[in-house]
């Protein structure tokens, strides 16, 4: 069974490619602010997810690489201090196990900032476009 990291990296692909789908119909100044919006969030979220799983991947790796006899356990004569630092690392990391949730409220604080300043900048713009052909 896959975990909550995995599936939030395909929900996050899934997502990026669907916004990145309806680009073109995008035509409303205050849409575009929603999608640009949109896009980061997903891409945040599944970016932070991979890094998360990569680095976990290297940990566990780097674990397996002190199992001398290959048996899938660190024996008491496999033990060195780095074995030991490697093994807490492994064992105390539960980072992984909220990283889907973690993910999802950083990317969404940060679309949601990006999102409110791009409309406050769009809507300015747009205001700005208007007083000027109002004075032309």
Do not use: C
Request: charged share 20%; hydrophobic share 45%.
């Amino acid at each position: 069974m896959p975990s909550y990291n995995e599936l939030g990296i395909l929900f996050g692909l899934a997502s990026t490619a669907v916004v990145l789908f309806v680009r073109k119909k995008i035509k409303l100044p205050h849409h575009k602010s929603l999608w640009k919006s949109a896009l980061l969030l997903f891409s945040l979220y599944t970016l932070m997810l991979v890094i998360t799983e990569v680095r976990w991947y290297f940990i566990k790796e780097q674990l397996q690489s002190f199992d001398l006899n290959q048996n899938g356990f660190i024996d008491l004569e496999e033990y060195t201090d780095e074995a030991i630092e490697a093994l807490n690392r492994r064992t105390r990391n539960t980072a992984r196990n909220y990283a889907f949730l973690i993910a999802a409220v950083i990317s969404s604080v940060v679309s949601l900032t990006f999102y409110t300043t791009d409309v406050i900048r769009t809507h300015r713009k747009i205001k700005k476009s208007k007083n000027s052909t109002i004075h032309e």
